[in-house]
């Protein structure tokens, strides 16, 4: 039995980071934009600077692979024991070895143009970097309707589909939580690649966070998570398979192996 207190403290994550997020705006409006946006990175990359080891960094920049480099990314997580190409304040420019994962960081996913180019960029900055790595979309808020009787709009459905292994987590607002599962879904025992989208009701930062920590775990430690961390992490007594969004799973056609 999982501890009732770990799902309220989840909760507050989601409190924490919806009661700031339009700070910035209360005070410039809808003027700039690009500032409230740079606002909510800001934001995140804060908590996660308190929850993260003390050898993980976490900027803004670029990661160099040899004659690649990815476009611009929101928050980069990267292990600052190797060094770095450049390094200044919050902004960096990485070595694919040292990183853990990137985020892309939306105010609001929406079925249009927009959510399917940040799937799109998140992509190919995976494929660039070359390394399982976590890659995911943190979306404030969303307006698209995920009730029984909707189907996934054809933008972010075919956005998705086009995804070469790399993108695995997104949050669509607090409630909406979506995992790429590159072996199957570990409670369907087919081994096809899929997308499972999940309903957790004011948990679906929570999750994304510890997903990422998760990621971070396995790689720098090689082993998986003991039961009391793995319970701190997930605090869904059922488990969150039991909340999937069946009706939305996106199954892929063969497993993909990244390089």
């Not at 189907?151 to 589909?161: F, G, Q, S």
């Given at each position: 039995?999982?501890?009732?207190?770990?799902?309220?403290?989840?909760?507050?994550?989601?409190?924490?980071?919806?009661?700031?997020?339009?700070?910035?705006?209360?005070?410039?409006?809808?003027?700039?934009?690009?500032?409230?946006?740079?606002?909510?990175?800001?934001?995140?990359?804060?908590?996660?600077?308190?929850?993260?080891?003390s050898?993980?960094?976490?900027?803004?920049?670029?990661?160099?692979?040899?004659?690649?480099?990815?476009?611009?990314?929101?928050?980069?997580?990267?292990?600052n024991?190797i060094?770095?190409?450049?390094?200044?304040?919050?902004?960096?420019i990485?070595?694919?070895?040292?990183?853990?994962?990137?985020?892309?960081?939306?105010?609001?996913?929406?079925?249009?143009?927009?959510?399917?180019?940040?799937?799109?960029?998140?992509?190919?900055?995976?494929?660039?970097?070359?390394?399982?790595?976590?890659?995911?979309?943190?979306?404030?808020?969303?307006?698209?309707?995920?009730?029984?009787?909707r189907?996934?709009?054809?933008?972010?459905?075919?956005?998705?589909?086009s995804?070469?292994?790399?993108?695995?987590?997104?949050?669509f607002?607090?409630?909406?939580?979506?995992?790429?599962?590159?072996?199957?879904?570990?409670?369907?025992?087919?081994?096809?690649?899929?997308?499972?989208?999940?309903?957790?009701?004011?948990?679906?930062?929570?999750?994304?966070i510890?997903?990422?920590?998760?990621?971070?775990?396995?790689?720098?430690?090689?082993?998986?998570?003991?039961?009391?961390?793995?319970?701190?992490?997930?605090?869904?007594?059922?488990?969150?398979?039991?909340?999937?969004?069946?009706?939305?799973?996106?199954?892929?056609?063969?497993?993909?192996?990244?390089?």
């Open positions: 039995m999982r501890n009732s207190d770990f799902t309220a403290y989840h909760e507050s994550i989601t409190a924490e980071l919806l009661a700031s997020r339009n700070r910035v705006r209360y005070f410039i409006g809808n003027r700039h934009w690009g500032e409230d946006g740079r606002f909510k990175e800001v934001l995140l990359m804060n908590y996660l600077k308190k929850v993260l080891p050898n993980i960094s976490i900027g803004t920049g670029f990661v160099s692979n040899g004659q690649e480099i990815t476009s611009q990314i929101d928050l980069i997580i990267y292990d024991s060094p770095t190409l450049f390094s200044e304040g919050d902004f960096v990485a070595l694919p070895e040292s990183i853990y994962g990137i985020i892309e960081v939306k105010s609001k996913l929406s079925a249009n143009e927009k959510c399917s180019n940040a799937i799109i960029k998140a992509n190919k900055n995976g494929e660039i970097i070359g390394n399982n790595i976590f890659n995911g979309i943190f979306g404030y808020e969303s307006d698209i309707s995920f009730s029984e009787n189907v996934l709009p054809d933008t972010v459905k075919h956005a998705l589909l995804n070469n292994g790399y993108i695995n987590h997104i949050t607002g607090p409630d909406i939580f979506v995992k790429y599962w590159g072996e199957g879904n570990p409670e369907d025992i087919d081994e096809l690649e899929c997308f499972s989208f999940y309903k957790l009701r004011n948990l679906s930062f929570g999750y994304f510890s997903n990422l920590i998760e990621t971070i775990h396995i790689k720098s430690r090689n082993q998986p998570l003991s039961d009391n961390l793995s319970d701190f992490l997930y605090p869904v007594n059922e488990g969150k398979e039991t909340r999937r969004l069946k009706h939305l799973e996106m199954k892929l056609r063969v497993p993909i192996s990244r390089g």
